[in-house]
Antibody, heavy 117, light 107 residues
Framework: QVQLVQSGAEVKKPGASVTVSCKAS????????MHWVRQAPGQGLEWMGW????????KYSQKFQGRVTVTRDKSARTVYMELSSLRSEDTAVYYC??????????WGQGTLVTVSS | EIVMTQSPATLSVSPGERATLSCRAS??????LAWYQQRPGQAPRLLIY???TRTTGIPARFSGSGSGTEFTLTISSLQSEDFAIYYC?????????FGQGTKLEIK
């Protein structure tokens, strides 16, 4: 079955960077692209970016442009999301989600990133 | 960027009753609209795509309708597990955008 397993919770200081990984299994990795969505405490869903798992091409939300980088390792069947220059407002649960025509049918379990001094 | 507006923010309904949730887009989506359910502490789950097609395994009490800019999610007879937050999501244009969510709570 399709599984997306994300890395564990992180605590970071303001100004630092964080990398969250998302390991895929149960399907052909390069047949689907991957999105990243985040959710601040008590808030809604916010789309961050997308990667084409074949070419490595990416698209990012204007809001995160310049701070977010999504990469993939095809041999490891893993997608990575790095967010830099962290601030307290970046405290959130970060999700990877497998896309089919931008429909997010499968989601990882989420990774809590806490930014605190 | 397309703006998605959901209403109401909170909906209080008794178990066994019908719930109707709305989602409006700032421009036409044709039928490129999905609905997700999120229970506390869980990742979102895709319920409906193409405005009205249920994902495999989603009960028939969930139905979606609408096209263009106005969409509706109806839950015909609420079960205890249906009390959650529901998000609409447009995937017609970049960037993908979610509505702010409707919290469905027990009356």
């Amino acid at each position: 079955q399709v599984q997306l397993v994300q890395s564990g919770a992180e605590v970071k200081k303001p100004g630092a960077s964080v990398t969250v990984s998302c390991k895929a299994s149960g399907y052909s990795f390069t047949s689907y692209n991957m999105h990243w969505v985040r959710q601040a405490p008590g808030q809604g869903l916010e789309w961050m970016g997308w990667i084409n798992t074949v070419s490595g091409d990416t698209k990012y939300s204007q809001k995160f442009q310049g701070r977010v980088t999504v990469t993939r390792d095809k041999s490891a069947r893993t997608v990575y999301m790095e967010l830099s220059s962290l601030r307290s407002e970046d405290t959130a649960v970060y999700y990877c989600a497998r896309a089919a025509a931008s429909l997010l049918a499968y989601w990882g379990q989420g990774t809590l990133v806490t930014v605190s001094s | 960027e397309i703006v998605m507006t959901q209403s109401p923010a909170t909906l209080s309904v008794s178990p066994g009753e019908r719930a109707t949730l709305s989602c409006r887009a700032s421009q036409s989506l044709s039928n490129s609209l999905a609905w997700y359910q999120q229970r506390p502490g869980q990742a979102p789950r895709l319920l409906i795509y193409g405005a009205s097609t249920r994902t495999t395994g989603i009960p028939a009490r969930f139905s979606g309708s609408g096209s263009g800019t106005e969409f509706t999610l109806t839950i015909s007879s609420l079960q205890s597990e249906d009390f959650a937050i529901y998000y609409c999501h447009q995937y017609k244009d970049w960037p993908p955008v979610f509505g702010q969510g409707t919290k469905l709570e027990i009356k």
